[in-house]
């Protein structure tokens, strides 16, 4: 049986694709070695094709490691790992932002298995940015100013109380998550725990300052941050088709689901893998 997997790059920074396996069975040990590796080499890796429930979702997810329960996004029936983002006129996307999944807790998302279930007839595009790239094209002194940096991040950015207002119920899950998560600081320039490369780990959605700096020092750095991490040059951008699947690596990376297909409907179903405490070692 040929268990080799296919892994053709889609750019030289960022981004491949994967055929030659299916991830609604069970992966043998050397499938998930070769989706392993292309993901710390790639960050963010495309199948298409693979229709999964829900169950088989987490499942694979769970070969990653511990999977993390949203604490505001509805989940799948009986599958609470299964976040179920269901975007359409009444319910618009508050993720048409770039982000890192969840960086408002203390060990952020290692990564993020993501399967479109529902899709417009045209739009709906999802991009991911690479933050190893976007760091290496800083200029050395830059770098320097930047290290040993923290910035805060903060639940509340992305998630705004006056969209969680519909029920009662809905505004009182808000006020429970935003006890449960108050801001906290994670470094500015993170070191990869497995591969050991350092990365940008700031986002405009959850990101608000960076401690130590003056206000304006402190927008200032953020402003050209989250503009640099986005340039083209360290982005894929992916098309998707019913049933694709995206697995990312959220420690290094940056993504942006463009809302450009309302009033149409879109449903995706997301696993997300808990990670370790980011650190910087140089």
Do not use: C
């Not at 409907?265 to 696993?271: E, L, P, S, Y």
């Amino acid at each position: 049986m040929n268990e080799r997997l296919a892994i053709t790059p889609l750019g030289p920074y960022i981004g491949a694709q994967v055929e030659n396996v299916i991830l609604s069975k069970p992966l043998s040990d050397a499938q998930f070695e070769q989706l392993y590796h292309a993901l710390l080499k790639h960050q963010v890796l495309f199948l298409r094709n693979q229709p999964v429930t829900p169950l088989e979702q987490r499942a694979l997810a769970a070969r990653f490691g511990d999977l993390h329960i949203h604490p505001v996004y509805p989940h799948a029936p009986d599958v609470e790992e299964i976040i179920v983002l269901d975007t359409h006129d009444d319910n618009p996307p508050d993720n048409d932002n770039w982000h890192t999944d969840v960086t408002f807790i203390e060990t952020p998302p290692a990564g993020a298995i993501l399967a479109a279930k529902k899709l417009p007839s045209s739009g709906g595009d999802t991009l991911w940015a690479s933050g190893i790239a976007a760091f290496n094209a800083l200029s050395e002194p830059f770098r320097q100013l930047l290290t040993g940096l923290q910035a805060e991040h903060d639940f509340t950015k992305s998630f705004q109380e006056f969209k969680y207002r519909k029920t009662v119920e809905e505004h009182a899950q808000w006020l429970k998550a935003k006890e449960k998560n108050p801001p906290l600081l994670h470094p500015v320039i993170r070191t990869h725990p497995v591969s050991g490369k350092q990365a940008l780990f700031v986002n405009e959605g959850f990101t608000t300052r960076i401690v130590g700096l003056s206000e304006k020092e402190s927008t200032a750095i953020l402003t050209f941050l989250f503009s640099h991490i986005t340039k083209p040059e360290f982005q894929v951008r992916w098309r998707w088709q019913e049933n694709d699947i995206a697995i990312w690596d959220n420690r290094v990376t940056q993504h942006y689901a463009n809302a450009d297909y309302l009033p149409q409907r879109r449903i995706m179903h997301r696993a997300t893998i808990l990670g370790d405490k980011p650190f910087y070692k140089a």
